[in-house]
């Protein structure tokens, strides 16, 4: 099974650089986008093969996760169960026979940290939400299921360790390095899932995901890895790669991808 995430930075732009052409050549069963800025019926799209599903903000133009699947689902959620959680479109779950596919586009804490206490609580809720999807305590309204494994993957919005971005130390307290984030994201770790692709590249420097669209940060590698497949723990044994693709353009984020023997 080979799973990709990407953070398009706005869907309608990445089509007008090649979004098309470099979904085909990544060939995935189950494609997860982040930060679609849309709404319903503002794009279409050429993916045969593919069933679609949506989760959109409130807010037009803003937010909204995607998963474009080869399988029909047996059910799709689209919230966490927390109204004012909720509003944005920033979680997109499938439920197949084998497992959960849970797609996130987790909140900034913007600059100065002031959104800081949403992203808190968002990440214990997040934390929550996969874990009830284990144990087959799911949100009012979905169909009831059994527990199974969950893979989640999207733009987490926090490097976890130092070697996750170029300049660590300047950016120690920032939006996306704060200590407050790492160590939910710490916390999300130790309630029972595992970091794909540091799990197999323990001590890889220079892999990121995304960079500032600012002082060539690309062309320089100024990067920070914000962008994650983690997998229930029971899945470890199941993981057959874990990849970055610094390569494919059309975002300032690029996509990442995990193969699950399943």
């Known amino acids: 099974m ?43 799209l050429d993916l045969p093969g593919y069933r679609d599903f949506w989760s959109y903000a409130e807010k037009k133009g803003y937010s909204g996760t995607a998963v474009f699947s080869k399988r029909e689902p047996l059910q799709t959620l689209h919230a966490l169960g927390m109204p004012h959680l909720d509003t944005e479109g920033r979680i997109c779950a499938l439920e197949f026979p084998e497992l959960w596919v849970v797609n996130v586009y987790t909140p900034n804490a913007q600059a100065e940290l002031a ?34 494994p969950v893979v989640m993957c999207g733009d987490f919005n926090v490097a976890h360790n130092e070697i996750d971005l170029k300049n660590p130390g300047p950016n120690r307290g920032n939006a996306g390095f704060s200590d407050e984030e790492r160590e939910k994201f710490t916390k999300l770790v130790e309630a029972g899932f595992t970091d794909t692709f540091r799990h197999l590249n323990p001590d890889l420097p220079g892999a990121y995901s995304w960079w500032s669209y600012r002082a060539n940060a690309r062309a320089n590698n100024t990067g920070w890895r914000i962008d994650y497949f983690l997998v229930s723990d029971a899945l470890v044994p199941n993981i057959e790669s874990a990849s970055i693709f610094p390569e494919v353009h059309g975002s300032d984020h690029c996509p990442v991808s995990l193969d699950l023997a399943i």
């Open 2 to 44: 080979r799973l990709v995430s990407w953070n398009v930075n706005g869907l309608r732009a990445a089509l007008k650089k090649g979004f098309e052409e470099n979904f085909a050549l990544l060939n995935a069963d189950v494609f997860a986008l982040q930060e679609t800025k849309l709404q319903a019926g503002q794009v279409e």
């Open 115 to 148: 959104r800081i206490n949403h992203r808190m609580e968002w990440d214990d809720a997040f934390r929550e939400f996969c874990k009830g999807l284990e144990e087959g305590s799911l949100p009012t309204g979905a169909q009831k299921a059994d527990g199974k």
